[in-house]
């Protein structure tokens, strides 16, 4: 698919394990406030995490929205596919927690929510996604770090940012692990030689915001084909380029 930026969408990408108990990780709260502020009702997806575990979830993020202000989220998981649509639709804001990303893709496509989110975001709807959550804000899927855990109708994904995203990416001095990580990531690349990753650390927070896509918590890393790799200084631009698909 190609990316066709929205110059009213607000999209913030979270490279996951970004909960300190039952509160956001303080040093995520202040971009947290930023991106939902003015916004009183947040619909949480969670289609992410196992049907079992969705009401524990759901509790606990209500109480971490809350704690950040005059927030009231609630999960898409107690309606069924037309009226979660409904919900949707006038929602003040968006937010997809994390888990199993092929789970979530797969209940995205089928109950038909992509397009309602991608219209609402369109329309300058916040849109806030960890982990999994921001895996499916990119292009497609593709170097994800859960394994698939069901079969899914296609990698496309919500495009809101020209990449396909890799969350909870090692620190580089978290070796060996940064370097293992970066080679698989060079190996993806190698595969597939039009696209572009965007590597968020634990925590790391990229936002799209009034036209323009800037680090705002590291570290962040963009892999370009031919094994080119830049980190991303807070403060600085994403460069976003023009990918092929």
């Given amino acids: 698919m190609r990316w066709q930026p929205s110059p009213n969408a607000s999209v913030l990408v979270v490279g996951g394990a970004m909960m300190a108990d039952d509160r956001f990780a303080p040093e995520t709260q202040p971009i947290m406030r930023e991106h939902y502020a003015g916004c009183r009702r947040i619909a949480l997806m969670l289609h992410a995490t196992h049907p079992d575990d969705r009401d524990a979830m759901e509790r606990l993020l209500q109480d971490a929205f809350a704690a950040i202000g005059p927030h009231e989220a609630f999960s898409l998981h107690h309606y069924d596919h037309e009226a979660a649509r409904r919900q949707l639709a006038s929602a003040d804001a968006i937010f997809t927690g994390g888990g199993e990303t092929f789970w979530l893709l797969r209940e995205l496509h089928e109950s038909g929510q992509i397009p309602v989110i991608r219209e609402r975001v369109e329309a300058g709807v916040p849109y806030g996604g960890s982990s999994a959550g921001a895996n499916v804000a990119g292009l497609r899927i593709g170097a994800t770090n859960d394994f698939p855990v069901t079969d899914i109708p296609t990698r496309d994904a919500l495009g ?86």
């Avoid at 968020?200 to 927070?205: H, I, P, Q, T, V």
């Avoid at 590291?218 to 031919?226: E, K, L, Q, R, T």
């Fill in 160 to 245: 809101f940012v020209p990449f396909v995203l890799n969350p909870h990416h090692p620190r580089a001095d978290h070796q060996p692990d940064h370097s293992v990580r970066t080679a698989k990531v060079h190996h993806y690349l190698r595969f597939n030689p039009t696209e572009r990753v965007l590597a968020l650390g634990d925590r790391a927070m990229a936002r799209w915001h009034q036209g323009k896509f800037t680090a705002r918590l590291g570290p962040i890393w963009v892999y370009g084909p031919g094994g080119d790799r830049v980190e991303i200084a807070v403060g600085q631009a994403v460069p976003c380029g023009s990918p092929k698909s």
